[in-house]
Protein backbone atom coordinates (compact mmCIF):
# COMPACT_ATOMS: atom_id res chain seq x y z
CA UNK A 1 0.00 0.00 0.00
CA UNK A 2 1.25 3.65 -0.62
CA UNK A 3 1.22 6.15 1.92
CA UNK A 4 1.71 9.86 1.02
CA UNK A 5 2.70 12.20 3.94
CA UNK A 6 4.07 15.78 3.56
CA UNK A 7 6.40 16.02 1.00
CA UNK A 8 7.92 12.79 1.62
CA UNK A 9 6.73 9.29 0.15
CA UNK A 10 7.02 6.07 2.08
CA UNK A 11 5.83 2.96 1.14
CA UNK A 12 3.73 0.45 3.33
CA UNK A 13 4.09 -3.39 2.24
CA UNK A 14 1.19 -5.23 4.41
CA UNK A 15 0.29 -8.83 4.34
CA UNK A 16 -2.77 -9.74 4.89
CA UNK A 17 -1.78 -12.70 7.30
CA UNK A 18 1.42 -12.48 9.33
CA UNK A 19 2.82 -15.77 6.81
CA UNK A 20 6.89 -14.97 7.73
CA UNK A 21 6.36 -12.33 4.16
CA UNK A 22 7.41 -9.41 6.34
CA UNK A 23 10.40 -10.91 7.87
CA UNK A 24 11.20 -12.10 4.20
CA UNK A 25 11.22 -8.60 3.06
CA UNK A 26 13.37 -7.71 5.86
CA UNK A 27 15.88 -10.23 5.34
CA UNK A 28 16.33 -9.45 1.90
CA UNK A 29 17.25 -5.92 2.17
CA UNK A 30 19.14 -6.50 5.61
CA UNK A 31 21.30 -3.43 5.55
CA UNK A 32 18.34 -0.98 5.29
CA UNK A 33 16.15 -1.89 8.41
CA UNK A 34 15.39 0.72 10.43
CA UNK A 35 12.99 -0.80 13.27
CA UNK A 36 13.10 -5.15 12.96
CA UNK A 37 9.33 -6.64 12.64
CA UNK A 38 7.84 -7.21 15.85
CA UNK A 39 3.92 -7.33 16.83
CA UNK A 40 3.07 -3.59 17.98
CA UNK A 41 0.15 -1.74 18.85
CA UNK A 42 -0.52 2.23 18.25
CA UNK A 43 -3.79 2.33 20.18
CA UNK A 44 -6.06 2.06 16.96
CA UNK A 45 -3.91 0.07 14.85
CA UNK A 46 -2.53 -3.22 15.74
CA UNK A 47 0.25 -5.32 13.28
CA UNK A 48 3.29 -6.88 12.99
CA UNK A 49 5.31 -3.77 12.11
CA UNK A 50 8.96 -2.99 11.08
CA UNK A 51 10.43 -0.66 8.95
CA UNK A 52 13.41 -0.04 6.15
CA UNK A 53 14.67 2.85 4.78
CA UNK A 54 15.90 2.87 1.16
CA UNK A 55 17.78 5.99 -0.65
CA UNK A 56 15.77 8.55 2.21
CA UNK A 57 12.21 6.40 1.62
CA UNK A 58 11.16 5.14 4.95
CA UNK A 59 9.04 1.42 3.69
CA UNK A 60 6.66 0.16 6.41
CA UNK A 61 6.37 -3.60 6.55
CA UNK A 62 3.17 -4.66 8.30
CA UNK A 63 1.19 -8.25 9.25
CA UNK A 64 -1.95 -8.86 10.61
CA UNK A 65 -3.08 -5.44 10.19
CA UNK A 66 -6.17 -4.50 12.56
CA UNK A 67 -8.04 -1.28 13.42
CA UNK A 68 -10.00 0.01 15.83
CA UNK A 69 -12.85 1.73 14.16
CA UNK A 70 -15.73 3.66 16.41
CA UNK A 71 -14.27 1.89 19.36
CA UNK A 72 -14.64 -1.78 18.05
CA UNK A 73 -11.18 -3.57 16.74
CA UNK A 74 -11.71 -4.70 13.34
CA UNK A 75 -11.05 -8.26 12.01
CA UNK A 76 -7.76 -8.87 10.58
CA UNK A 77 -7.78 -7.04 7.00
CA UNK A 78 -7.91 -9.16 3.98
CA UNK A 79 -5.26 -6.94 1.70
CA UNK A 80 -5.56 -9.60 -1.17
CA UNK A 81 -8.01 -8.62 -3.42
CA UNK A 82 -6.86 -5.23 -3.62
CA UNK A 83 -2.68 -5.63 -3.87
CA UNK A 84 -0.87 -4.11 -6.66
CA UNK A 85 2.76 -5.34 -7.17
CA UNK A 86 5.99 -3.59 -7.18
CA UNK A 87 9.09 -5.41 -8.87
CA UNK A 88 12.23 -4.66 -7.58
CA UNK A 89 15.57 -6.12 -7.67
CA UNK A 90 13.78 -9.31 -9.22
CA UNK A 91 11.38 -9.59 -6.29
CA UNK A 92 7.97 -8.92 -6.59
CA UNK A 93 6.36 -6.74 -3.91
CA UNK A 94 2.94 -6.59 -2.49
CA UNK A 95 1.81 -2.87 -1.83
CA UNK A 96 -2.23 -1.94 -1.31
CA UNK A 97 -3.71 -0.40 -4.16
CA UNK A 98 -4.28 3.94 -3.67
CA UNK A 99 -8.14 3.39 -3.16
CA UNK A 100 -7.77 0.66 -0.24
CA UNK A 101 -5.67 2.88 1.57
CA UNK A 102 -7.75 6.23 0.86
CA UNK A 103 -10.78 3.79 2.39
CA UNK A 104 -9.08 2.75 5.14
CA UNK A 105 -7.47 6.58 6.31
CA UNK A 106 -11.30 7.73 5.89
CA UNK A 107 -12.59 4.30 8.07
CA UNK A 108 -9.75 5.57 10.58
CA UNK A 109 -11.03 9.47 10.65
CA UNK A 110 -7.56 10.73 9.24
CA UNK A 111 -9.20 12.76 6.45
CA UNK A 112 -6.20 14.89 6.11
CA UNK A 113 -4.30 11.71 5.33
CA UNK A 114 -7.12 10.69 3.09
CA UNK A 115 -7.77 13.75 1.57
CA UNK A 116 -3.68 13.51 0.47
CA UNK A 117 -4.36 10.14 -0.92
CA UNK A 118 -6.99 11.12 -3.16
CA UNK A 119 -5.03 13.83 -4.91
CA UNK A 120 -2.38 11.29 -6.32
CA UNK A 121 -5.37 8.80 -7.40
CA UNK A 122 -6.77 11.47 -9.20
CA UNK A 123 -3.50 12.33 -10.89
CA UNK A 124 -3.15 8.73 -11.28
CA UNK A 125 -6.01 8.31 -13.84
Do not use: C, Q
Amino acid sequence: MFEFIGDKTEFTVASARADGSERTIENIFPEFVNKKVSYSSTGEISSYFGSLIIDGVKIEIMGDVAKLVHGKWEDILDFDKDKEFLEYGGVKIPLLSLEREYEEYVKLGRLDTAKYIKKFMVRGK
